[in-house]
């Protein structure tokens, strides 16, 4: 079993939409939590941490669920700019572990 | 906030050769470097984590020999890749942490290489 696991997609959606992203980990004693962006050929980049208690940024909420292991991304009002694939990274024992990333297409 | 400057941003190499990969990091001292390599449509996969002035930790199944690891300041890490073949050709990505941030690992622009 991947110790972090995503769905694999690609999501293909149109402008407007509210998409949602899910991702499950192995490790229960996994510490901290992130969504990741990475365009195509380029780094990845922070795109938000994940709490308990769930957290808001604007069109993106991610949510945590320590006892099912389970982390979630949805983004509302998708723009064409959202079109990245969405990497779910965990850090445990001193590293970042990331899952295989779903990829996003928003259309007009 | 933290940059980490990576070079080149590709390269081809012909099989045989060797390849070496900087990654600095500009406004910020960076203890330990980690080194990811990410195939096509596959993620992020850690290689190996550099820290400063001694021996790297790689991961299960990365040859330290064949990938050479140097972390000899604390705003300078390397990866070698010695006597390159096809299959390492693949898209290589460093990230330092910057302790002044939660948890900021920032990453460099990655170095997409090709050996032919």
């Known amino acids: 079993r991947k110790e972090v696991e995503q769905d694999p997609g690609p999501f293909n959606v149109p402008e407007g939409a509210t998409v949602a992203f899910n991702c499950t980990y192995s490790?229960?004693?996994?510490?901290?939590f992130f969504w990741y962006r990475q365009d195509c050929r380029k780094e990845p980049k922070l795109l938000m941490s994940?709490?308990?208690s769930g957290n808001e940024d604007g069109r993106f909420t991610a949510q945590l669920n320590r006892a099912s292991q389970y982390i979630s991304l949805l983004i509302r009002d998708s723009k064409l700019s959202d079109s990245a694939t969405y990497l779910c990274?965990?850090?445990?024992?001193?590293?970042?572990?990331f899952g295989q990333g779903t990829e996003l297409s928003v259309k007009p | 906030g933290a940059v980490v400057s990576q070079h080149p941003s590709w390269v081809i190499c012909k099989s045989g050769t060797s390849v070496k990969i900087e990654c600095r990091s500009l406004?910020?001292?960076?203890?330990?470097m980690f080194w990811y390599r990410q195939f096509p449509k596959q993620s992020l996969m850690l290689m190996a984590t550099?820290?400063?002035?001694?021996?790297?930790?790689?991961e299960q199944g990365v040859e330290k020999d064949k990938f050479l690891i140097n972390h000899a300041s604390l705003t300078l890490s390397t990866l070698t890749v010695t006597s390159a073949h096809p299959e390492d050709s693949s898209f290589y990505i460093c990230?330092?942490?910057?302790?002044?941030?939660?948890?900021?690992?920032?990453f460099g622009s990655g170095t997409r290489l090709t050996v032919v």
């Open positions: 990230s330092a942490r910057d302790y002044g941030t939660d948890y900021g690992y920032t």
């Open positions: 550099s820290n400063e002035g001694s021996k790297a930790t790689y």
């Open positions: 994940v709490y308990s």
């Open positions: 406004d910020f001292q960076a203890t330990t």
């Open positions: 990274v965990v850090y445990q024992g001193g590293k970042l572990i």
């Open positions: 490790n229960s004693a996994s510490q901290s």
